[in-house]
């Protein structure tokens, strides 16, 4: 049985009936097909309507399920041959980045984002995707090493925002964040980058700063996760839904502000449902992304990366 989240209730007991009635059929050798078929059908309705009018904090718990696609799923998919480099050559290797060298379609790319883990164990040793200084400085040495060959960048991000530790501190992490986007500004390579599940403040942007953003349909971005923003302005977390519709994280709403360049189709019941379909999507839109901007030179691509953040919040200050 898939994990559902809280407004997904009438949804899980319909498939839970449909579970059942399919087991009791398979054991009594009675035929009820027919009520399952009916049933199915409800359910299939059902999970349309939900997943076409989700709130923005109903948006923010899909983006968070534990069962959508991690890093780990589309690098093993997406790309042939792929080589794992670990470490910022400077302090250790910090598991809560995963980047390495490989083939996309045929061409060479380095690639890398943050891993969550995919059960309680892997999410530990992943730090839950929040990343230490030494991840922004392994990610800074992959962009640069990639900038040396020739390579375009793919990124993708999935954390709640860097973590926020003592000890991360003690290393710089304002700093190796602050100089993780110089580099991606600095660039003379193509960068795209798919914001797969959370975009979480500068966690999420220290590896987006890129020529082409794209997000998965149900996915966020935000400066601050909505339970934080709750417990600043309502000093409390108990209003993060509240907070989640002021502050326009979804997709749409970044594709209106000229943030992200494009929104990437889930299936119905979002990538948890069908993660293999929505990884192939996501490689179609970076193929496409890389298509169109290998045709521009090294200069160009860092102009027009550079300009197209200057600009963003420009219409709203106008």
């Known amino acids: 049985m898939p994990s559902y989240l809280d407004f997904e209730k009438p949804i899980a007991e319909l498939e839970g009936k449909i579970l059942e009635l399919s087991h009791l059929n398979a054991k009594s050798g009675l035929n009820i097909a027919e009520e399952v078929s009916r049933l199915?059908?409800?359910?299939?309705?059902?999970?349309?309507?939900?997943?076409?009018?989700?709130?923005?904090?109903?948006?923010?718990?899909v983006a968070r399920h534990p069962e959508r696609p991690h890093f780990s799923d589309y690098a093993r998919t997406l790309i042939e041959e792929f080589t794992p480099l670990a470490g910022d050559r400077r302090y250790a290797d910090d598991p809560a980045i995963i980047g390495g060298l490989g083939r996309f379609n045929g061409?060479?790319?380095?690639?890398?984002?943050?891993?969550?883990?995919?059960?309680?164990?892997?999410?530990?040793?992943?730090?839950?995707?929040?990343?230490r200084p030494e991840g922004y400085r392994k990610a800074m040495r992959l962009m640069r090493l990639a900038e040396r060959f020739g390579l375009p960048v793919i990124t993708l991000v999935d954390t709640a925002g860097a973590y926020p530790g003592v000890d991360a501190e003690a290393r710089g992490q304002g700093e190796a964040i602050a100089r993780s986007i110089e580099t991606c500004l600095d660039l003379r390579v193509p960068l795209v980058t798919v914001i797969i599940g959370e975009g979480g403040s500068g966690g999420a942007l220290a590896?987006?700063?890129?020529?082409?953003?794209?997000?998965?349909?149900?996915?966020?971005?935000?400066?601050?996760?909505?339970?934080?923003?709750?417990?600043?302005?309502?000093?409390?977390?108990?209003?993060?839904?509240?907070?989640?519709?002021?502050?326009?994280?979804?997709?749409?709403?970044?594709l209106?502000?000229?943030?992200?360049?494009?929104?990437?189709?889930?299936?119905?019941?979002?990538a948890q449902r069908a993660p293999e379909a929505t990884i192939?999507?996501?490689?179609?839109?970076?193929?496409?992304?890389?298509?169109?901007?290998?045709?521009?030179?090294?200069?160009?691509?860092?102009?027009?990366?550079?300009?197209?953040?200057?600009?963003?919040?420009?219409?709203?200050?106008a």
């Open 40 to 61: 199915q059908s409800r359910a299939d309705k059902l999970l349309r309507q939900t997943y076409s009018r989700l709130t923005p904090w109903q948006k923010t718990q």
């Open 107 to 131: 061409r060479s790319v380095a690639i890398l984002g943050h891993e969550k883990g995919a059960d309680t164990d892997d999410r530990l040793r992943h730090n839950f995707g929040m990343a």
């Open 207 to 254: 590896i987006a700063v890129s020529n082409r953003v794209f997000m998965l349909e149900h996915a966020i971005y935000s400066v601050i996760s909505p339970e934080g923003c709750a417990s600043i302005l309502w000093r409390s977390a108990n209003h993060a839904q509240e907070a989640a519709g002021a502050q326009k994280l979804t997709a749409e709403d970044l």
């Open 256 to 270: 209106g502000f000229g943030v992200i360049d494009g929104i990437v189709p889930e299936p119905i019941g979002g």
């Open 280 to 317: 192939k999507e996501v490689g179609v839109a970076i193929e496409k992304a890389l298509e169109e901007l290998s045709a521009s030179s090294g200069e160009e691509l860092r102009r027009r990366r550079r300009d197209k953040y200057l600009a963003i919040g420009g219409n709203a200050l």
